[in-house]
């Protein structure tokens, strides 16, 4: 007799929840994916990604999971996962608007046994005060007794091929042991990777927190280094090779224009956030985001310089932006350097176009070419292999361009140096 597939619900097929659903799918599970968006719901169920990724679209197309934007259909899963998205407000507080939004839209339908594990980042304390009091009231039933609460933040890293979904290792953490032990059974039957139990709640939301925010300091590490490098004529990407040639105790980070993405500009705040509840000020965490946050002021600053060693005023002056997404071979624009870049060159007077090929949507030139053509000089803000193979010195000197703003310090200095080509790094 064939065994009665257990049925698991997805909540938000974003980045996180749709590798998820896929994986869980391929492992065996009845997949349920609920998401607001109708539009994209219309898409899986016809097998098609709303994504731009091909490697997904593939998998979409051969797995069975059964999209929709009606949230009582939790009430047929024994495991409810939350991976619905957990941004920012502009004023960096953190805006938990989804996550509530997505436990009212469930809690009617939770059955009494039913696990639910939150995936999407949050600070510690939000499960238990925030996440637990919203399901326990709309359904009337006990967490920890009648369903069970786990967290196992999500790590997913967006257009990685070597750690994905099913390998890379996770933490699970739960309100007590029953819930802890069936999130530790659903996870290691879906993932190769380590799955490490945490004590409790609090703990496992600080660790992504954490892995993130040392991230951010270390990034902003390097973006320091970088402008006072620059300042000596050091090069900062050369001596951080240096550094990486110690084998122990060092981790290579890299500057760049700025830091972008859903998680790590984002994340330190959540615990910036909190702490201040308890009259702590993560004042390094707070300095880290300021020097990150001023990266794409001085990109801009290099073009500045660039155009002036011209004697071109940049006021009315073409300049070209090449990517617009926040990091390599990505189609993801969430807090992307490259909006800042393009709004201060345009406060400075300047014509800005762009062109990013995973982006095209959002680019105003539709090729290389068509962004080139008549700019004075190209601000390289994602490092996309396209742009690393295509942009040469000849290509620029055929396009009369002097002056290249390497933004992501991904191209071969030495060779526009040599061509007579301004190239300014970040650092280099
Ligand atoms: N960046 C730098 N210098 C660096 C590394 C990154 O400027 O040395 C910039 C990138 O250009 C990008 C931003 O920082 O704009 C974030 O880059 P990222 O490589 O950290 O990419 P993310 O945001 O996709 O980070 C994910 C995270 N994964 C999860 O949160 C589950 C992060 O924890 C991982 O450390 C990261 O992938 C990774 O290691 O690739």
């Known amino acids: ?232 004529g050091i090069d900062v990407t050369n001596v951080i090779s240096g550094a990486a040639t110690k084998p122990f105790s060092f981790m290579a980070h890299f500057p760049g224009c700025g830091v972008g993405g859903h998680c790590i500009p984002i994340d330190p705040y959540y615990l910036i956030e909190y702490a201040k509840k308890s009259d702590f000020n993560h004042d390094f965490l707070l300095l880290a985001r300021k020097i990150n946050n001023q990266m794409p002021k001085f990109t801009v600053e290099k073009v500045l310089e660039g155009l002036n060693e011209k004697g071109i005023a940049i006021n009315g002056t073409k300049i070209a932006v090449l990517g617009l997404a926040y990091k390599a071979n990505v189609d993801d624009c969430r807090e992307t350097p490259s909006i800042k870049i393009i709004k201060y060159l345009k406060e400075y007077g300047a014509k800005v176009v762009t062109f990013d090929p995973f982006v095209l949507q959002k680019s105003s030139a539709k090729s290389l070419k068509q962004v080139i053509n008549n700019a004075k000089a190209i601000v390289i803000a994602t490092n996309h292999d396209l742009f690393i193979k295509e942009i040469t010195s000849d290509l620029l000197l055929e396009n009369e361009v002097y002056i290249v703003i390497d933004g992501r310090n991904c191209l071969d200095k030495e060779k526009f140096l040599k061509a007579g080509i301004i190239y300014k790094g970040i650092g280099r």
Not at 10 to 26: C, Q
Not at 49 to 68: C, N, Y
Not at 120 to 125: A, C, D, H, Q, R
Request: some cysteine; hydrophobic content about 40%.
């Open 1 to 232: 007799m064939k065994q009665k597939k257990t049925t698991i619900a997805v909540i938000g097929l974003g980045y996180v929840g749709l590798p998820l659903a896929i994986l869980a799918d391929k492992k065996g599970y009845r997949v349920i994916g609920v998401d607001i968006d109708q539009s994209k719901v219309k898409l899986l169920n016809q097998h098609l990604s709303p994504f731009g990724d091909k490697k997904l679209s593939r998998k979409i197309s051969k797995s069975a999971i059964k999209a929709t934007t009606d949230f009582s259909k939790v009430k047929t899963a024994s495991i409810i996962i939350i991976c619905v998205p957990t941004p920012v407000y502009e004023n960096q507080m953190p805006d938990f608007k989804p996550l509530e939004n997505a436990c009212k839209s469930i809690a009617p339908f939770i059955k009494k046994g039913q696990l639910i594990i939150i995936e999407s980042t949050v600070n510690p304390g939000v499960s238990e005060n925030f996440i637990l009091p919203i399901l326990e009231k709309k359904s009337n039933l006990k967490g920890g007794e009648d369903f069970f609460l786990a967290h196992c933040p999500e790590r997913i890293n967006p257009g990685d091929e070597n750690w994905r979904v099913d390998n890379i290792p996770r933490v699970i953490g739960s309100l007590e042991n029953k819930g802890l032990d069936l999130a530790l059974k659903f996870y290691k039957s879906i993932i190769s990777g380590k799955i490490k139990p945490m004590n409790n709640l609090k703990e496992t939301e600080a660790v992504k927190i954490v892995e993130n925010a040392f991230r951010d300091i270390n990034i902003a590490f390097v973006n320091e280094l970088a402008m006072s490098f620059s300042r000596l």
